[in-house]
């Protein structure tokens, strides 16, 4: 295989990628306008807040089907894969259109940046899909564990191997689910901005007609 000048693929650095493109788009309008401070605050403390409000209160029975969801999440991948090599061919058929136009070309612009938003986005979808996948294999061979009843653990003054080995088990257990909670909400939450700006897209190229 011959090598390809360029930036080398590195897993992490391309999984941050992702990530950043993702965060800071979901910040501005389709125009590359910041947006209120409200929605700053639903990306960034809504989420962490409602996952520790959700541990707290499932702190007793905090169950669910993995296999159903892990079927979901797969179901849903593959469709966001698709869609993705849909806005790669749109992006490339976008890119061969010359105008001088002003108003085409500003047109064209819009079109670039709703892909844009739709790329970012719905890449992130996928890696947070992929990460809920994995994290729900791992809960599979704890199962009994993850679903412990933490209501009965209480913090005591008493230090022994006994009570470290537990407050860390409760720990990681704490961790577990606030992760799990956490990624579902940001799972749900780009879906849901993807399919707005699919929707505003749409109503787009209808306005051209």
């Known amino acids: 295989m011959k090598k390809t000048s360029?930036?080398?693929?590195?897993?992490?650095?391309?999984?941050?990628?992702?990530?950043?493109?993702?965060?800071?788009?979901?910040?501005?309008?389709?125009?590359?306008?910041?947006?209120?401070?409200?929605?700053?605050?639903?990306?960034?403390?809504?989420?962490?807040?409602?996952?520790?409000?959700?541990?707290?209160?499932?702190?007793?029975?905090?169950?669910?089907?993995?296999?159903?969801?892990?079927?979901?999440?797969?179901l849903f991948t593959g469709l966001l894969f698709g869609l993705l090599l849909k806005i790669s061919d749109k992006a490339i058929l976008l890119s061969e259109i010359k105008t001088d136009n002003v108003q085409d070309e500003a047109d064209v612009m819009r079109e670039a940046n709703y892909l844009k938003l739709f790329f970012y986005f719905l890449s992130y979808s996928i890696l947070v899909s992929i990460c809920l996948i994995i994290i729900i294999i791992i809960q599979s061979f704890f199962s009994k564990i993850m679903s412990l009843n933490l209501n009965g653990f209480i913090f005591s003054d008493e230090y022994s191997l006994t009570t470290i080995f537990t407050f860390i088990k409760v720990s990681i257990i704490y961790f577990f689910r606030f992760l799990l909670i956490y990624l579902i909400y940001n799972f749900l939450y780009f879906i849901l901005l993807s399919m707005v700006y699919l929707y505003k897209y749409i109503q787009f190229n209808f306005s051209k007609i």
């Open 6 to 74: 360029g930036r080398k693929l590195n897993l992490f650095n391309g999984i941050n990628e992702i990530r950043k493109n993702a965060s800071s788009y979901a910040k501005l309008d389709i125009n590359g306008n910041s947006k209120s401070k409200w929605n700053i605050l639903i990306l960034r403390l809504l989420p962490i807040l409602f996952s520790v409000f959700l541990v707290f209160v499932l702190r007793k029975n905090f169950s669910f089907e993995p296999k159903l969801v892990a079927t979901l999440l797969s």
